[in-house]
């Protein structure tokens, strides 16, 4: 059975820094595209990074520059490091697989994620 768990979240001032986890079991991430979403409240999940099983990198415009996402094979775990944090930043953080058109693929689960809150 797939699992992936999120954590590192939680309630930072505007311009601060976070580092999302996502620990995962049943998969390898290292062989998936892998990415980390978004969702603000009443507004749809985002992707704002993804990385690929070769180490290609994209992100949103909305976080290039500011957010940094990586992949240690040997932990089989997924990070985000997230600076200069901003209000808008705030929402529930996901990791989850990537389809080729950059949408959630559905082929896991989500998990529960981890609640990141930014203050002004």
């Known amino acids: 059975q797939v699992q992936l768990v999120e954590s590192g979240g939680g309630l930072v001032q505007a311009g601060g820094s976070l580092r999302l986890s996502c620990a995962a079991s049943?998969?390898?991430?290292?062989?998936?595209?892998m990415g980390w979403y978004r969702q603000a409240p009443g507004k749809q999940r985002d992707l704002v990074a993804q990385?690929?099983?070769?180490?290609?990198?994209n992100y949103a415009d909305s976080v290039k520059g500011r957010f940094t996402i990586s992949r240690d094979n040997a932990k089989n775990t997924v990070y985000l490091q997230m600076n200069s944090l901003k209000p808008e930043d705030t929402a529930v953080y996901y990791c989850?697989?990537?389809?080729?058109?950059?949408?959630?693929?559905?082929?896991?689960?989500w998990g529960q994620g981890t609640q990141v809150t930014v203050s002004s």
């Open positions: 990385i690929t099983g070769s180490g290609t990198i």
């Open positions: 989850n697989t990537v389809g080729p058109d950059r949408r959630y693929d559905y082929r896991v689960s």
């Open positions: 049943g998969i390898i991430l290292g062989a998936h595209t």
